[in-house]
């Protein structure tokens, strides 16, 4: 009873650590994060942002379109830079605080001078200088790194807190060159940001940087330099956390970056959520009142051909101008999606916690539980990310803790399945041992009473196999006769003349003929035989058993015959089980060719002769056709048998 509770033991742990091992793994990728594991993560996040709940802009940021209409009712674009000067004048007049332009002036106006001899480029830059207007530049990040001369950009006064043991390298994506707007304009706008926000590898945009490094000095992006403006922000500091994370603060407002500065955009749902005002609108003077008004605006262009798309995890047709509106409206809001800078440790440790609480449950309640388990811990996961993301903003992901999840139960079943494998494995060799040790007692019971009554009994277990294997490639045994209990056919043989235990020794050991008296008690013996099978399966409580109905079937039948002549219940034809008829063609067989005292032994040829001519009425004609096949083999070897007994006794009933 302790071995096997102990053995118990094992398994429940042995299943326990199989759901583990798959969470230590996942617990390991998400702080390892490879790069295949980075990718998923980003659809996985991709998912999550999908699901929780969208915030609509806060109505502090407007879009000014040059959209279709705009080039239809003006003309094409690109227009000429006094018309945008006006457009700027207007946009002013109208009571924006801050005018953002997410385009670039890069080569000089190839319109005609004015009346005045002056320049469009000089219109414009009249207008950039009545203030409040940040114009957008790009930065390029390729070896030739080309700048032009003269180029006028605007770094940011920020402060870097960094801890000293932090070493993971710079905090910001470093520029090699840039494509600069005008240096006169740049000098009269006052202000600019640039415009980069480059999508992942599969083409989605997931980040916007906020800051990037530029010939050793700090720049802002253009969402970031226009709200600065606007909210006349002066204190700006970077505080490095490690690798992974950084948050960026203004004049008190944390802004959550990653290790390269770049924001998460809380998106705020698919294309033209924010307001959008058409360009032409605003030239001709048709904008609702106060539309505008204290207002961040970008002017950007949607119409066809001169459009700037990127696809975003809520649409794939999402303007340029508006990721910067995004950003913008992230900040002025400040509302931010942000991993946690311990993240990764977070995952990790969720990973790990639910593969030991599911192992755990397996282990107690049963793999069913354990799949309820599951299922609901895979649910949790992700509904408490998308319920986390849509009321904090924070993202947490789900994933690891997944690939952790989904392998453990089957990897636990298939532990389960192996263990109890190996258990019936190991009941079965019992049973098999237990069967091989109370045939080998029985067996030395009968060779108690009679010697020679043991040593024919252990020889037909070698004709039996031989018997049946042949007589299983008959199409109408080969269903019965599988190899298993050909097997076990064969094992229970020599147990077919156990009742003879329980036929008197004056009977049993008689030299000469018995009489009719005599031969009478000695037919009890099949009788005698099942009767102690059956005492057994009563003390010992066991009902229908395979092994002890077939080794009934043997003892009790095998003196039966085809024809209805035999004994004890004068069975005929197929009512006699198949056991009963294989063996009494081997008992038959084994007892003409082995010596007696009242008589010499047949030859093999006149036993085989015999044999043929009880089918039919004495056997089965079946049986007998397989015999025929396998005669010379049971002739090698009853030649060994009868040279290892030569000289022994044999009961004078056997054919009796």
């Not at 002036?105 to 203030?131: C, I, K, V, Y």
């Not at 705020?268 to 924010?274: A, E, H, L, N, V």
């Not at 003077?285 to 002017?299: D, E, I, M, P």
């Not at 950003?327 to 942000?338: G, R, S």
Request: hydrophobic share 45%; proline share 6%.
């Amino acid at each position: 009873m302790t071995r096997a509770k102990g053995a118990d033991a094992r398994t429940r742990r042995f299943i326990l650590l199989s759901g583990v091992v798959p969470a230590l793994i996942a617990a390991g990728l998400a702080l390892s994060r490879p790069t295949y594991i980075a990718s998923l993560d980003d659809g996985v996040y991709d998912t999550v942002l999908r699901l929780a709940h969208t915030k609509p802009p806060g109505g502090r940021v407007v879009i000014v379109d040059v959209d279709e209409r705009s080039l239809s009712t003006i003309g094409q674009w690109p227009w000429p830079r006094d018309l945008m000067g006006r457009l700027i004048g207007r946009l002013r007049e109208e009571g924006a605080s801050i005018i953002a332009l997410d385009i670039i002036f890069a080569e000089p106006d190839r319109s005609p001078r004015l009346a005045t001899h002056r320049t469009t480029d000089d219109e414009l830059a009249d207008a950039l200088g009545g203030g409040r207007v940040v114009l957008g530049y790009a930065l390029t990040f390729d070896a030739a790194g080309d700048t032009p001369d003269g180029c006028v950009l605007h770094p940011l006064n920020l402060a870097v807190l960094q801890p000293p043991d932090e070493t993971g390298g710079s905090p910001f994506f470093r520029a090699s060159g840039a494509v600069c707007n005008l240096p006169a304009l740049a000098q009269a706008a006052g202000a600019s940001g640039f415009l980069n926000a480059a999508p992942d590898s599969d083409g989605i945009l997931r980040r916007v940087p906020l800051l990037a490094e530029f010939d050793g000095r700090v720049y802002p992006g253009l969402a970031l330099s226009a709200v600065a403006a606007a909210n006349h922000i002066r204190d700006v500091t970077l505080r490095v956390s490690n690798v992974n994370a950084n948050s960026l603060e203004l004049d008190g407002l944390s802004v959550p970056l990653d290790g390269k500065s770049n924001l998460l955009p809380h998106f705020r749902g698919k294309k033209k959520t924010f307001l959008y005002v058409s360009a032409a609108d605003v030239l001709s003077g048709r904008v609702s009142a106060g539309a505008l008004r204290n207002k961040v605006v970008f002017v950007g262009t949607t119409a066809l051909g001169t459009r700037e798309v990127v696809a975003t995890p809520l649409d794939t047709l999402f303007a340029g101008v508006e990721v910067q509106a995004t950003v913008a409206d992230n900040l002025l809001e400040q509302d931010f999606i942000h991993r946690p800078p311990s993240g990764t440790t977070v995952e990790s440790q969720a990973a790990l916690a639910l593969g030991i609480a599911v192992g755990v449950l397996v282990m107690r309640a049963g793999l069913l539980w354990g799949a309820v388990g599951v299922a609901g811990g895979l649910g949790a996961l992700w509904f408490g990310a998308v319920w986390l993301l849509s009321s904090t903003g924070m993202f947490v992901s789900p994933l690891c803790a997944t690939l952790g999840l989904i392998p453990a139960l089957p990897v636990m079943t298939l532990a389960k399945f192996i263990f109890e494998r190996r258990r019936a494995d190991t009941e079965q060799h019992g049973k098999a041992t237990a069967q091989h040790l109370m045939v080998q007692t029985l067996l030395s019971l009968t060779e108690v009473r009679d010697a020679e009554t043991g040593r024919h009994s252990r020889r037909t277990q070698q004709y039996v196999r031989i018997l049946a294997e042949q007589l299983a490639l008959n199409p109408g045994y080969r269903k019965y006769l599988t190899p298993a209990r050909i097997d076990l056919l064969s094992s229970l043989a020599p147990l077919h003349d156990i009742g003879k235990v329980g036929v008197p020794d004056h009977i049993l050991n008689k030299p000469g003929a018995l009489t009719v008296e005599e031969l009478e008690e000695m037919r009890k013996h099949p009788t005698h035989g099942r009767d102690v099978i059956l005492k057994a399966e009563r003390d010992v409580g066991v009902h229908d058993d395979a092994i002890l109905a077939m080794a009934k079937d043997i003892v009790y039948t095998h003196h039966e015959r085809w024809d209805g002549n035999g004994y004890p219940q004068g069975l005929r034809g197929r009512e006699i089980p198949v056991p009963g008829r294989v063996m009494a063609i081997v008992d038959v067989y084994d007892a003409a060719v082995s010596r007696a005292v009242y008589r010499r032994p047949i030859s093999h040829e006149a036993a085989v002769a015999y044999i043929l001519t009880g089918a039919g009425t004495h056997f089965d004609p079946a049986v007998v056709e397989a015999f025929v096949c396998v005669a010379p083999v049971f002739k090698d070897l009853s030649g060994e048998s009868i040279a290892q007994v030569a000289h022994a006794r044999i009961s004078a009933s056997v054919l009796r």
